[in-house]
């Protein structure tokens, strides 16, 4: 098949000119690449949002000033079962203004036995005063952030089944198109795969043909090819000629080059 386009390729390695089914562009449709990174763009941004809308996580990442707060009040409190004590403080944020603010000191706080009257640190958010905490106190701490800056990861994991195949057998037939050897192969059989696929994104047409052709030695040899091209599979009677790129010395996996004409 395809004769005619193939009989002007260089017969000798190494090639640098690509068929045209063999660029990146055509490994990853654009639609669906476009589709994952809407979905990724969606996901990466909710670390963002609950930064915005958490006080103690703006307080973590934002530009912050400490101070020392004076203790209004304390009064008991519990913190997860043992003891605690809630403290009112006040405190002057850079400009002058006054603001306060309230915390529970568990036992093991360093500053649990703080008393009335007495100063304790604090840390304000510098254009938000109102958001502020004791310096240190760990039950208000943000709530943790790499879990949801993670999660595009596991995203791209679980999507993986359907873009990686797909970009591996294209760099596969683009390093046997450009350093090993053309040859013309016959059709041995058709093996359809199961993958997971969007629509518009190859991989639910694809399979693996098994090919017939000889080596420079003269000797024949099987090797199997890749191919997503539904139409050539329907032509990929058993027989049918066709042309391959291989390597001499792992001749198991081929390229079946009339799947990178279009």
């Known amino acids: 098949m395809f004769e005619d386009e193939l009989a002007a390729l260089p017969p ?23 589709l994952v990174l809407v979905f990724l763009a969606l996901f990466a941004s909710m670390p963002l949002t609950i930064i915005r809308s958490d006080p103690m ?3 973590q990442f934002g530009p912050s000033r400490e101070a020392e707060a004076d203790i209004l009040s304390v009064s008991d409190s519990t913190c997860g079962g043992s003891r ?14 006054h603001y306060r603010g309230s915390a529970q000191l568990c036992e093991q706080s360093p500053y649990y036995s703080v008393g009335l009257g007495e100063r304790i640190p604090v ?6 005063p109102a958001v502020n905490a004791v310096r240190g106190a760990s039950n208000n701490a943000a709530p943790p952030l790499i879990p949801f ?7 791209l994991l679980i999507l993986s089944p359907m873009y990686v195949p797909q970009f591996r057998e294209v760099m596969r037939a683009r390093r046997l198109f450009r350093n090993g050897l053309l040859a ?17 994104w190859p991989g639910s047409g694809t399979a ?3 090919l017939s052709f000889q080596l420079p030695s003269g000797q024949r040899r099987e090797g199997i090819a890749w191919c997503a ?24 996996r081929v390229a079946l080059l009339e799947a990178f004409l279009r």
Not at 84 to 97: K, N, Q, T
Not at 123 to 128: I, N, P
Not at 149 to 155: H, I, N, Q, Y
């Open 123 to 128: 840390r304000y958010l510098g254009s938000d």
């Open 208 to 210: 693996d043909v098994f």
């Open 12 to 34: 000798q390695p190494p090639r640098t000119a690509l068929l045209p089914g063999m660029r990146l562009g055509a490994a990853l449709p654009g639609r669906a690449l476009l």
């Open 84 to 97: 605690a004590r809630r403290v009112v403080y006040e405190f002057s944020s850079a400009d002058g203004r």
């Open 229 to 252: 091209n539904e139409w050539l599979l329907n032509q990929c009677a058993r027989g049918a000629a066709v042309h391959i790129a291989f390597m001499p010395d792992r001749p198991e």
């Open 184 to 200: 013309t192969a016959q059709v041995v059989f058709v093996r359809k795969r199961n993958t997971m696929s969007w629509p518009g």
């Open 57 to 59: 996580m703006r307080l």
């Open 149 to 155: 800056v993670l999660f595009p990861l596991f995203f």
